[in-house]
Antibody, heavy 119, light 110 residues
């Protein structure tokens, strides 16, 4: 079955960096786009970034542009999110999610990894 | 940038009732790019509806989506106890490429 598992979250000071990973299994990873969506505790969902199936196209929310970088390694079925110059407002639960093959919706999500930016 | 507005923020119903949730876009949205998700406490979102009206795999037929242009609706025909959750609409825009989520509607038991 399709599985996505995020890792790499933790507590980090403002201005520092963190790298999240999203490991995938149960589907042909190299043929699907993957996205990161975050959720502040008790708040709604915010799309962060997405990457096409082959890594040739990358998209970012304005709130993270220039600070976050998405990448993927199709040989390892993994997507990465490099987060630099972190701010307090980046504190959230970060989900990775797979694009559906029949639409641009997100049909499978991981359980999320928590990032806390605090001094 | 398209903004999705879901109102009201909270709806109260009894099991067995019919619930209608609204999602309004700040400008015209292609139906193919509109989706609905359900989120329960402590869980990741779950895709319910894509392309405005197509149920995702395994979603019961009591869930239906409709609408076009700027107004979209998620209807749950007969509420089951497990349907009380938060529902989000989501839209994909291509210029620039980005996803937008509504702020969510919480469906609570009356």
């Amino acid at each position: 079955q399709v599985q996505l598992v995020e890792s790499g979250g933790g507590v980090v000071q403002p201005g520092r960096s963190l790298r999240l990973s999203c490991g995938a299994s149960g589907f042909t990873f190299r043929t699907y786009g993957v996205h990161w969506v975050r959720q502040t505790p008790g708040k709604g969902l915010e799309w962060v970034t997405g990457i096409s199936y082959d890594g040739s196209n990358k998209y970012y929310a304005d709130s993270v542009k220039g600070r976050f970088t998405i990448s993927r390694d199709n040989s390892k079925n993994t997507v990465f999110l490099q987060m630099d110059n972190l701010r307090a407002e980046d504190t959230a639960l970060y989900y990775c999610a797979k694009e559906s093959g029949s639409s641009i919706s997100l049909d499978y999500w991981g359980p999320g990894t928590l990032v806390t930016v605090s001094s | 940038e398209i903004v999705l507005t879901q109102s009201p923020g909270t709806l109260s119903f009894s099991p067995g009732e019919r619930a209608t949730l609204s999602c309004r876009a700040s400008q015209t949205v292609r139906s193919i790019s509109l989706a609905w998700y359900q989120q329960k406490p402590g869980q990741a979102p779950r895709l319910l509806i894509y392309a405005a009206s197509t149920r995702a795999t395994g979603i019961p037929d009591r869930f239906s989506g409709s609408g076009s242009g700027t107004d979209f609706t998620l209807t749950i025909s007969r509420l089951e106890p497990e349907d009380f959750a938060i529902y989000y609409c989501q839209q994909y825009g291509s210029s620039p490429p980005a996803y937008a989520f509504g702020q969510g509607t919480k469906l609570e038991i009356k």
